[in-house]
């Protein structure tokens, strides 16, 4: 599996890809929970993703594009070489928040991304 996607149940989400690529819908940075024994897999519907910050890593040739793809075709937020890092709030860059997220890296490397959800919860989460 070329990616590791670690979720916080009202927290963000961290993806770390290594020389592959992924595409993650909403869904999939939501957290379900068990209560009682009772698994609740819609407690967290996570309605926007926005990406807070990029770590990556290639080597010489390599390449890390994301995107983002809300059904209207994919959205380049960054096409990133070499070794660097940046944060949401220091560098402006397009980020649609209700599309789809992909990582594509080419020739070898690595990339971390911190993911900030906001979400709708159906349960009562003081108690979890």
């Not at 909403?26 to 209560?35: D, F, I, K, N």
């Not at 059904?71 to 560098?91: D, K, M, R, S």
Request: hydrophobic share 35%; net charge neutral; aromatic share 6%.
């Amino acid at each position: 599996m070329p990616y590791d996607l670690v979720n916080r149940f009202k927290g963000p989400s961290t993806l770390m890809v290594i020389d592959g690529s992924v595409t993650l819908n909403l869904s999939q940075l939501a957290v379900s929970v068990t209560r009682s024994g009772i698994a609740n897999a819609n407690c967290e519907n996570v309605t926007t993703a926005i990406i807070t910050s990029c770590k990556w890593s290639t080597p010489a040739g390599g390449t890390v594009k994301i995107t983002r793809d809300a059904g209207g075709g994919p959205n380049l937020v960054a096409n990133l070489t070499g070794t660097n890092q940046w944060i949401h709030n220091e560098v402006p860059f397009s980020n649609t928040p209700t599309g789809n997220i992909v990582v594509a890296i080419t020739g070898g490397g690595t990339t971390y991304l911190t993911i900030r959800k906001e979400a709708v919860y159906n349960v009562q989460t003081q108690d979890i």
